[in-house]
C-alpha cells in the first residue's frame, strides 16, 4: 500500500491538472482567437491594397470607382472593429481572474455589437444598386466582393463560436 500511496497521488494529481475534455471542446482559446484577428486583419490590408491598385487604373469608370472606394470604407471599418476584437481577447486573457460578471456581460456586449455592426457592413446596399452590379458583370467588383463578404461571414461565424471563452 505505501508504494502505492505516491503512483496514486501522481495520478490524482495529474487528473486535476490536466484540462477537463468538455473545458477542451468549448471552442477556440484566446491566442487562436487572436491568430484569427491577425489573419483577418492582414488578409484585409492585402485586398485594400490592390483596390487601390485597380483605383489607380485611368480607365475605370464612375460607376467602378464609387463601388471600389465604398469597398474600401467598408473595409477600413472592418479594420478597426477587428481590432477592437482583438484587444478585448487580449486584455480579457491576461485578467480573467479580475473581471465580474458585469465585466464579462459588457464584453459579451461589445462583441456582439461588433457583429451586428460586421452584418450590417455585408447587408447595406452600397452605392450602385443590385442590378447594376449584376448588369456590369465586372470580375474585380464580384470578386474583391465576394472576398470581403466571405472574410467577414467567417468572421461572423467565429465570434459565436469563440464567445464560449468569457461564459
Request: charged share 25%.
Amino acid at each position: 500500500m505505501k508504494k502505492l500511496s505516491p503512483l496514486l497521488a501522481v495520478l490524482v494529481l495529474f487528473a486535476f491538472c490536466s484540462p477537463f475534455p468538455a473545458q477542451a471542446q468549448n471552442g477556440p482559446s484566446i491566442k487562436e482567437s487572436i491568430n484569427t484577428f491577425m489573419t483577418y486583419f492582414n488578409e484585409t490590408v492585402v485586398q485594400s491594397l490592390r483596390i487601390q491598385e485597380i483605383l489607380k487604373d485611368e480607365n475605370l469608370s464612375d460607376a467602378d470607382s464609387l463601388f471600389f472606394f465604398d469597398l474600401v470604407s467598408r473595409l477600413e471599418k472592418t479594420l478597426g472593429l477587428v481590432l477592437n476584437l482583438r484587444d478585448l481577447y487580449f486584455l480579457y486573457g491576461k485578467t480573467t481572474y479580475c473581471f465580474t460578471k458585469d465585466e464579462r456581460k459588457y464584453i459579451l456586449d461589445r462583441i456582439e455589437n461588433i457583429n451586428g455592426t460586421f452584418k450590417q457592413l455585408v447587408e447595406n446596399k452600397y452605392i450602385l444598386t443590385r442590378q447594376e452590379l449584376e448588369g456590369l458583370k465586372n470580375d474585380r467588383r464580384t470578386e474583391n466582393l465576394g472576398l470581403f463578404n466571405d472574410r467577414v461571414n467567417r468572421l461572423r461565424a467565429f465570434l459565436e463560436i469563440s464567445q464560449e471563452i468569457f461564459r
